[in-house]
C-alpha cells in the first residue's frame, strides 16, 4: 500500500505535464511566416535598389534591423545623432507582419505631445541599434526580427516569434551623454 501512495504523485505530475503542453498554441507557422517577411523585406528592391538598410551592431553581431529611410538623410546628417546612453525622444507606431496594432507612444503622454523617451539601451536589441543610427528629424520604418526583439517570448500583445514593424520619428536628444 505505502508503495502505491508513492506512484500517485508521479503518474498525477505525468499526467498534468502533458494537459500542459497539449493546451500551449503551437507558434510553428507564425515563426516562419515571420522569418519570411523578415527576409522578404531585407531583399526587396525598387529602383534597382534596396528598400531596407541592414543594420548589424558592432556590440550584437548576431542581431540587426532593417531601416527604411523616409526622409532626405542629406538634410538631417549634421544634426544630432545619439549615443547608446543618450536620452531620445522618438514617436512611434508599432504593429506586427500583417499589419496589426501592437502599441504606440500616442497613448504614453508622460513627456507630452506624444513623446516616449528613453536611452537607446533601455530598449529591445533591434530598437537600440535603429536609434543609434539615426539623427534628429528622421523618418523611418523599422523592421525588427524576433531574435532582435522578444524572441520566443511572449509579451500581451506580441506573440511569441513576432517580428516587429515600427514607424518612427526622431523628434529630439534632449541628453547627449559621452562615453
Known amino acids: 500500500m505505502k508503495k502505491f501512495l508513492y506512484i500517485i ?4 505530475l505525468m499526467f498534468t505535464g502533458c494537459i500542459d503542453s497539449e493546451d500551449e498554441p503551437d507558434y510553428t507557422e507564425w515563426k516562419k511566416q515571420n522569418e519570411e517577411y523578415v527576409t522578404k523585406m531585407e531583399n526587396l528592391m525598387e529602383n534597382g535598389e534596396k528598400v531596407y ?3 548589424v551592431p558592432a556590440w550584437a553581431p548576431s542581431d540587426f534591423v532593417l531601416i527604411k ?3 532626405d538623410r542629406s538634410l538631417t546628417e549634421k544634426n544630432l545623432k545619439p549615443l547608446s546612453n543618450s536620452t531620445v525622444n522618438i514617436k512611434y507606431e508599432m504593429e506586427d507582419i500583417n499589419g496589426t ?3 504606440d507612444s ?11 523617451q528613453s536611452m537607446p539601451n533601455e530598449n529591445i536589441v533591434g530598437m537600440w541599434a535603429a536609434m543609434t543610427e539615426m539623427h534628429v ?9 524576433a531574435g532582435s526583439a522578444y524572441g520566443s517570448a511572449s509579451r500581451s500583445p506580441i506573440e511569441p516569434f513576432s517580428a516587429l514593424v ?3 520619428k526622431m523628434k529630439g536628444v ?6
Open 9 to 12: 504523485p508521479i503518474v498525477s
Open 53 to 55: 538598410t541592414k543594420i
Open 69 to 71: 529611410w523616409h526622409n
Open 101 to 103: 496594432y501592437l502599441g
Open 106 to 116: 500616442y497613448s504614453m503622454t508622460t513627456y507630452g505631445d506624444s513623446i516616449y
Open 137 to 145: 528629424g528622421d523618418t523611418v520604418t523599422l523592421i525588427i526580427p
Open 166 to 168: 515600427y514607424h518612427v
Open 174 to 179: 534632449p541628453k547627449y551623454e559621452k562615453k
